[in-house]
T-cell receptor
Framework: DTAVSQTPKYLVTQMGNDKSIKCEQN?????MYWYKQDSKKFLKIMFS???????INETVPNRFSPKSPDKAHLNLHINSLELGDSAVYFC?????????????FGPGTRLLVL | SQELEQSPQSLIVQEGKNLTINCTSS?????LYWYKQKYGEGLIFLMM?????EEKSHEKITAKLDEKKQQSSLHITASQPSHAGIYLC?????????????FGGGTRLMVKP
């Protein structure tokens, strides 16, 4: 029944490691997103992706890369993890990218880099 | 770039009291979303506003977008402990590029029984 799901829910890892977070949506949506919420609960967009284009927030380091094996999945790969990457990462999806398209969020993945 | 400022940053109210949360944009809004987040959970969609002067209600929560489309308010009537959480407003960019929402800093609401 879960509309947007993420795995894992928690991720603890060492600095320098490479990790992936998975996201799946069963809503039949065309567009998926990744957001980062920092320790102050400030939520920022990282990527917007549909089967036509990837739009990257210019502030996102190139160590972060989204990969979409199919329309229902958008995984987030992070290379060479840094302490500052510790945050909660949310996946979201919407039907399209036109105005008024509501985004539905997953439960979040809490990443802690030691 | 567009910035959204929410006020207050935090709020503690007694159960049964009414409250209002504001979201002010540095630029004209081309849509405004309200979400609620509980600790350890994702964002729950509440409402979306697009037209100046628009008002929507769901149960005891009412959201309005002002005529100039630069400010939105979220009003909760007769608050309950279940209303506690972080309320976030989000807005798409003018050119709607990728529908990438910009969010405000959030308002943390606590309702005392």
């Amino acid at each position: 029944d879960t509309a947007v799901s993420q795995t894992p829910k928690y991720l603890v890892t060492q600095m320098g490691n490479d990790k992936s977070i998975k996201c799946e949506q069963n809503l039949g949506h065309d567009t998926m997103y990744w957001y980062k919420q920092d320790s102050k609960k400030f939520l920022k967009i990282m990527f917007s992706y549909n089967n036509k284009e990837l739009i990257i927030n210019e502030t996102v380091p190139n160590r972060f890369s989204p990969k979409s094996p199919d329309k229902a999945h958008l995984n987030l790969h992070i290379n060479s993890l840094e302490l500052g990457d510790s945050a909660v990462y949310f996946c979201a999806s919407s039907q399209g990218t036109s105005g008024g398209e509501t985004q539905y969020f997953g439960p979040g993945t809490r990443l802690l880099v030691l | 770039s567009q910035e959204l400022e929410q006020s207050p940053q935090s709020l503690i109210v007694q159960e049964g009291k009414n409250l209002t949360i504001n979201c002010t944009s540095s630029k004209t809004l081309y849509g405004l979303y309200w979400y609620k987040q509980k600790y350890g959970e994702g964002l729950i969609f509440l409402m979306m506003l697009q037209k100046g002067g628009e008002e929507k209600s769901h149960e005891k929560i009412t959201a309005k977008l002002d005529e100039k489309k630069q400010q939105s308010s979220l009003h909760i009537t007769a608050s309950q402990p279940s209303h506690a959480g972080i309320y976030l407003c989000g807005a798409p960019p003018r050119d709607n590029a990728g529908n990438m929402l910009t969010f405000g800093g959030g308002t943390r609401l606590m309702v005392k029984p």
